[in-house]
């Protein structure tokens, strides 16, 4: 079992900058492949970027792409997001998500919600124009 605890998320301005960070716990959470994940209102959960167990692989969503980036602290055990040049359509509850690196590898699905198996309580995310 692993927990996750999401933090970070706020109110900014379009061109600042964010960072959100998932804190892991329980078995295996070390070595979990972590992806964030994002819920705008009215919208399907969309994937914004991946990091491996690692932490050496990363993979982002084209919309973010150059702009956000994602790191993971072992000795930590945390995920970070650090999002800059924010726009309004930024604006989502953002979930961090984390499941086994070996399924991901395998499968190359490291934008899937497939494989992985947990989530944490969301933290919103506020972009004003």
């Known amino acids: 079992q692993v927990q996750l605890v999401e933090s970070g998320g706020g109110l900014a301005q379009a061109g600042g900058s964010l960072r959100l960070s998932c804190a892991a716990s329980?078995?295996?959470?070390?070595?979990?492949?972590t992806a964030w994940f994002r819920q705008a209102p009215g919208k399907d959960r969309e994937f914004v970027a991946a990091?491996?167990?690692?932490?050496?692989?990363?993979y982002y969503a084209d919309s973010v792409k150059g702009r956000f980036t994602i790191s993971k602290d072992n000795a930590m055990n945390t995920v970070y997001l650090q999002m800059n040049v924010l726009k309004p359509e930024d604006t989502a509850v953002y979930y961090c998500?984390?499941?086994?690196?070996?399924?991901?590898?395998?499968?190359?699905?490291?934008?899937?919600?497939?494989?992985?198996?947990?989530w944490g309580q969301g933290t919103q995310v506020t972009v004003s124009s």
């Open positions: 998500a984390a499941g086994p690196d070996v399924y991901k590898r395998l499968t190359n699905s490291w934008r899937s919600q497939s494989g992985y198996i947990y």
């Open positions: 990091v491996s167990g690692n932490g050496i692989n990363t």
């Open positions: 329980g078995r295996a959470s070390s070595s979990a492949a």
